[in-house]
C-alpha cells in the first residue's frame, strides 16, 4: 500500500542553523510533492510545490529537492529562526488534485 | 479576502448527538475538501468536491458521516449519530484547479 513517511521524532535545531527535514515514500508515483507549515491550532498553510520533473525548487530560505528514485523529498530552511517553529507536512500527488499527507515532522528551533 | 471560514471553531457534544460542521471556501475556488486530524493518524482526507458534485467520497468512514455542498459558496459535514472516536480536529480546505489547498481555521469536535 502508499505509504508517506516523515520523522515522528522532533527536530530540534539552533537558531542560524540549516533545518533538513525528510519525506520518504513507497508505492507511490507522485506527479508532484508539496510542503505545507501548521502551527498549533490552526490549519495548514502552503509553501512549496515541486514537479516530478524539477530536482529543486527555492523560495526565499526554503528550499526543497525531489528524487524519485530514491523516493525521497528533502525540505531546507536556512538560517533558521525560533519563528520558523512548526510542524511540516509533505503531500503527495499523482496529478489528481487529491493529496496524500506525511504525518508531519515537528521543528523546534532554539535562540 | 477572509479565508476558509468555519463554524463552529470548538464543539463539544455528547455520543448520539447529531453534529453539523460548516465551510465557506475561498470565492472562486471551484474544489473542497473535507479533512480530519488526529494524533493517531495524520490528516485524513474525508471527501472532494469538484464544482459542487462530490468526486471522491472513499475517506468517510461509515453511513454516520455525510457531506453535502449546495452551492458554491458553502458546505457542511454531518455526522449522526456522533461517537467518541469521532472527537478530532475537522478541516475545510478549498483550491482553484492547482494543486496548492487553502485550510481553515479546523473545528475541534469532543464528543462524550
Known amino acids: 500500500s502508499q505509504k508517506i513517511e516523515q520523522n515522528s521524532e522532533a527536530l530540534n535545531i539552533q537558531e542560524g542553523k540549516t533545518a533538513t527535514l525528510t519525506c520518504n515514500y513507497t508505492?507511490?508515483?507522485?506527479?508532484?510533492l508539496q510542503w505545507y507549515r501548521q502551527d498549533p491550532g490552526r490549519g495548514p498553510v502552503f509553501l512549496l510545490l515541486?514537479?516530478?520533473?524539477?530536482k529543486e525548487k527555492r523560495k526565499e530560505r526554503l528550499k526543497v529537492t525531489f528524487d524519485t528514485t530514491l523516493k525521497q523529498s528533502l525540505f531546507h530552511i536556512t538560517a533558521s529562526q525560533p519563528a520558523d517553529s512548526a510542524t511540516y507536512l509533505c503531500?503527495?500527488?499523482?496529478?489528481?488534485?487529491?493529496?496524500?499527507f506525511g504525518r508531519g515532522t515537528s521543528l523546534i528551533v532554539h535562540p | 479576502d477572509a479565508g476558509v471560514i468555519q463554524s463552529p471553531r470548538h464543539e463539544v457534544t455528547e455520543m448520539g448527538q447529531e453534529v453539523t460542521l460548516r465551510c465557506k471556501p475561498i470565492?472562486?475556488?471551484?474544489?473542497l475538501f473535507w479533512y480530519r486530524q488526529t494524533m493517531m493518524r495524520g490528516l485524513e482526507l474525508l471527501i472532494y468536491?469538484?464544482?459542487?458534485?462530490?468526486?471522491?467520497d472513499s475517506g468517510m468512514p461509515e453511513d454516520r458521516f455525510s457531506a453535502k455542498m449546495p452551492n458554491a459558496s458553502f458546505s457542511t459535514l454531518k455526522i449522526q449519530p456522533s461517537e467518541p472516536r469521532d472527537s478530532a480536529v475537522y478541516f475545510c480546505?478549498?483550491?482553484?484547479?492547482?494543486?496548492?489547498?487553502?485550510f481553515g481555521p479546523g473545528t475541534r469536535l469532543t464528543v462524550t
Open positions: 480546505a478549498s483550491s482553484f484547479d492547482v494543486y496548492e489547498q487553502y
Open positions: 508505492n507511490y508515483s507522485p506527479a508532484y
Open positions: 515541486i514537479r516530478e520533473n524539477e
Open positions: 503531500a503527495l500527488d499523482g496529478g489528481s488534485y487529491i493529496p496524500t
Open positions: 470565492s472562486g475556488h471551484n474544489s
Open positions: 468536491f469538484n464544482n459542487n458534485v462530490p468526486i471522491d
